[in-house]
């Protein structure tokens, strides 16, 4: 093989090599657009869910006429409604609870200022978490991530204007009833279930997967450098 053939199949591989690259960089892009994004509408979804019940069906049932639209819930701080509940099943209650603690009502007598310590350890966890997203390539934990993030982020924004949080869920069995929740709780609990899951089951996949792919990168690199006499 000539020097001009050697040189011309370097220059080819680099070509390659810059392609693989700047493919790369899309493709994390847009998995990081994608996750943050699902993360965001998490939030969003918390947040209609929780305007829904206190204004078009708390407030309906104990005024008699519909509240706030979404977006003049938010700009105009809505009045706060005590402890309200509406029986739906004999297991289901929708109510109206503000929840001053962490998910499921826990740790609900923090005092004054509990909710701003609280939404500092929430803020501190939400930020780990986005920073593991941002360095994840894997699909299982990205989803937990995001449902981590986009949940606390929708407690975050409650405590941060009400002091509290809305939950609305209430199930029960006779008197027994359990903690009160909402659909940014059942995220995160989903997401850290999920979470360690994968951790236990998935994980040793990954690793015996990437050990036979690494295996076979391996022989293909030594039979190209035979092929071509590289070292």
């Known amino acids: 093989m000539t020097d001009e053939e050697l040189e011309a ?13 700047t493919k790369k960089i899309r493709d994390i892009q ?10 965001f509408m998490i939030m969003l979804l918390d947040q209609l869910t929780k305007w829904a019940i206190m204004e078009h069906v708390i407030r309906p049932f104990l005024h008699g006429n ?8 938010y700009i105009n701080q809505p009045s706060v409604i005590s402890f309200t509940q509406i029986p739906v099943t004999s297991f289901f ?3 109206m609870a503000w929840n001053t603690g962490v998910s ?22 939400v930020t780990i978490f986005v920073i593991m ?3 994840s390539d894997n699909k299982v934990n990205n989803l937990c991530y995001a449902l981590v993030i986009g949940g606390a982020l929708g407690n975050v924004i409650d405590r941060a204007r009400f002091g509290a949080v809305i939950d609305f869920l209430d199930f029960h069995i ?13 995220s995160i609990v989903s997401g850290i279930i999920l979470l360690i899951g994968s951790s236990l089951f998935f994980e040793r996949k990954t690793r015996e997967r990437y050990r ?3 295996k076979k990168r391996k022989k293909e690199q030594e039979l190209y450098k035979k092929q071509f006499g590289l070292k």
């Open 104 to 125: 499921f009502s826990l740790m609900n007598d923090m005092g004054a200022y509990g909710y701003l310590i609280l939404i500092f350890i929430a803020m501190i966890i």
């Open 9 to 21: 199949m370097h220059k080819r591989k680099k070509e390659r090599t810059l392609a693989r690259k």
């Open 174 to 186: 006779n008197d027994y009833h359990w903690p009160a929740f909402n659909l940014a709780d059942m």
């Open 30 to 39: 847009k998995r990081r657009f994608f996750w943050f994004s699902f993360a």
């Open 212 to 214: 036979k792919n690494y």
């Open 133 to 135: 997203l941002w360095k």
């Open 93 to 95: 209650n929708i109510v």
């Open 66 to 73: 519909n509240g706030l639209g979404f977006i003049d819930w």
